[in-house]
């Protein structure tokens, strides 16, 4: 299977994702009006919800020979290292433009209005390392697909990328063209957005569509 919500495949009714869920504080309007922000940083001071999330991507990654764990700037770094130095492999951050020092590597992808980049150090994945990508949040895996290309050009191996939270119609991973299908990279995603009746009411109150949603999430992160 190419991508997956944690409760719907091995982890049905695991108590641990109700713990991670009442965890992450939903902050209306914020950074703009529209956006219904997931703050992950409720989650961080929760100890024993932050040691689930680590858990659950442990359990599932610390038999699979990973030697890269990837994390997406920013909110990657907070869960990637963690993960990293429980199943021994190395984390190596994949940054935005013009913050790493020294030689780098970088892949720029599309927005819906404009162009972002990501780089990652020279010599900090091997061709033949297994690789895996993590990031708090996808919306339309835009930013994951670049990790990948930028992974790929090296010789690395991606097995799975992993997410925090996930919206479920995730564009990137449902279009049979992308890498996700082509190359049956893994997908999982622990808890999937839920867009709360706030939303919904002043979603209706200023005009904006679910695409105006998913426009102004994927610019936050």
């Not at 689930?52 to 599932?60: C, G, K, P, Q």
């Not at 919206?167 to 449902?174: D, P, T, Y």
């Amino acid at each position: 299977m190419v991508e997956m919500f944690a409760a719907e495949n091995g982890l049905k009714g695991d108590p641990r994702l109700q713990d991670i869920s009442n965890a992450i504080r939903v902050v209306p309007h914020f950074p703009k009006p529209g956006i219904m922000f997931q703050d992950i940083t409720t989650l961080l001071l929760d100890h024993k919800a932050f040691k689930h999330t680590v858990d659950i991507f442990v359990d599932r990654y610390k038999d699979m020979n990973i030697s890269v764990v990837a994390g997406v700037e920013a909110r990657g770094f907070m869960f990637g290292p963690s993960i990293a130095l429980a199943i021994g492999a190395k984390f190596v951050p994949l940054r935005k433009p013009k913050k790493l020092p020294g030689e780098v590597i970088a892949e720029a992808y599309e927005l819906e209005y404009g162009r972002d980049c990501l780089e990652m150090h020279v010599g900090a994945v091997e061709a033949g390392e297994r690789a895996i990508v993590i990031d708090d949040l996808v919306a339309t895996g835009g930013t994951l697909s670049a990790a990948i290309r930028l992974l790929e050009r090296v010789g690395a191996q991606v097995v799975e990328c992993g997410s925090v939270i996930g919206l479920r119609e995730i564009k990137v991973v449902k279009n049979p063209s992308t890498s996700f299908r082509k190359k049956k990279i893994g997908f999982i995603v622990l808890l999937p957005f839920t867009m709360t009746v706030s939303f919904f009411s002043f979603r209706d109150n200023l005009g904006l569509t679910e695409s105006h949603f998913i426009f102004l999430w994927s610019h936050v992160r």
